[in-house]
Structure formats: structure tokens, C-alpha cells
């Protein structure tokens, strides 16, 4: 009988098989002409273009839940450090990056729910919105300002990650050899696009205009005009997606009640 957490753990793999499906219809929606006003919606879009497909509502159901369970994944190592990452400045960082990853994926869920029940649903496209509402408050460019640098930060630690290969600290051995090339080309791309996504939300601060803020797919559209850089960056989103898929059998996951040394030693 498969207890809770061990449910859970099967959650957040089918969430990353779902992220992957995700980033990888997203990079290919970018390279495809006809598929430009999606990417402008950015995960949404991608949704939105499953939800057109045969056979896509199920699928956006299966979303829904993976996603959810990824969601709960990324709450767990937050807040109970099941990867232990520690209570040092370093540790403290990374944790507050898995809170915003919740956050996110939650909102993905919610999204991938609503495409499947017949709604329509834009989240990625609010940025600017978000934005103007948060300028109408004190201190709100100061806000702005402090999400965009947090977001650089992310930039900078995705292209670390592809440097020195430290994503692959959580892959099991047995994963494909060209997985970490894979994964080097995507945490590439992702750091690049963040890089886009944060400088935007300073300008907007700094600024106090909305219109400078961006959102994932107003980062990917924006490079449109250097025509190399786009194509790279959509191939690099396909990979970024392949590889989440190839690393949702391997990814080692710690559940709940366990620890990130535990769930390691069940795959050696």
C-alpha cells in the first residue's frame, strides 16, 4: 500500500514531467510563426494551445494535479529543508527561491485547471498590471525594484547551476549521460530569460512605469528582434523541457517526512 508521502513524491514527478511538457510546447510555440501570440502568454499560452488540441482537456487535468503535487514539492523544501540546504545566508536563499517556486507553480496549477474546466485563464499575461497596481502604493517601485533583483539573482545562480553542473547533485546516476548537457543548455536559457524579467521589473521600479515590466513571455518575445539569440533561446526552452522529463524518473525526491540522504540511498 502506498502511504502519503510516497504519494506525494509521485506528485511532484508527474509535475515535472508536466513542467517539462510545459517548456518544451513553449520553445516550439516560439520557433513556430504561428505560435507567436501564445508565447506572449508565456506558460499560459502553452496551456491555452493544449487546451485547443484533441484529446488536450485530459491532459490539462493530469497538468493540473502534477503541477500541484511539483507545488507541494517545492513547499516542502522550503520550509521543512527536506533537501537540506541549511540555515546559512546561502541555505536561507535558495529556500526563499523554492517559497517563490511554490507560489508559482500553484498559480500554474490553478491555470491548468481552469483551461481544462473551460475557462479562459491569462495569468502570464498580467505582469504590466501587477506592476501598475503595485506602483499605486508606497513604497511599490521600492517592491518592484526588490522582485527584479531577486529575479537577477535567480538569473545568476540558473547560469552557476549550468556552469558547474550543480543540478545534477539531485540526479540519480543512472540518468541518461547526456542529461546534464541537456540541462546545462536549459538552466542556461532559463538564467538569460530571468536575466530579461528582472532587469525589466528594476527599470519598472526605478522608472515608476509599468510598461517596463515583463513577464516569462514578454522576455521570450522581446528578443524576437536579434533573430539568433531568439532561436536559441526557444531551443534552449525545448531542452530546459526534455530535460525536466528525462529528470522526473531520476530526480531524486525526498518525501516529506524524510531527508534528502534517505531518498538518495533508495537509488544506490
Known sequence: MVDKSEKLVWLARLGYFARGVVYSLLGYLAISASGSSAVKQGQAGAMEYINQIPGGTPVLFLSAIGLFGYALFRLSTAVLDTERHGNDAKGIAVRIGHMCSFVIYLGLSWTALRFALGSKAHADSRAQDMAATALTYDLGSVALGAVGIGLVAAALFQVKEAATLGFMKRVTAAAPSFTCWLGRAGYFTRGLVFLVMGWSLIRSGWLESSSE????????????????????????????????????????????????????????
Not at 515590466?213 to 532561436?231: E, Q
Not at 526552452?237 to 533508495?266: H, Q
Open 213 to 268: 515590466a515583463l513577464s516569462l513571455g514578454d522576455a521570450i518575445t522581446d528578443l524576437r528582434d536579434i533573430s539568433p539569440l531568439y532561436l536559441a533561446v526557444a531551443a534552449g526552452l525545448v531542452l530546459f523541457g526534455v530535460f525536466s522529463m528525462i529528470v522526473a524518473r531520476y530526480r531524486i525526491i525526498p518525501d516529506p517526512g524524510g531527508d534528502f540522504e534517505a531518498a538518495k540511498a533508495r537509488f544506490t
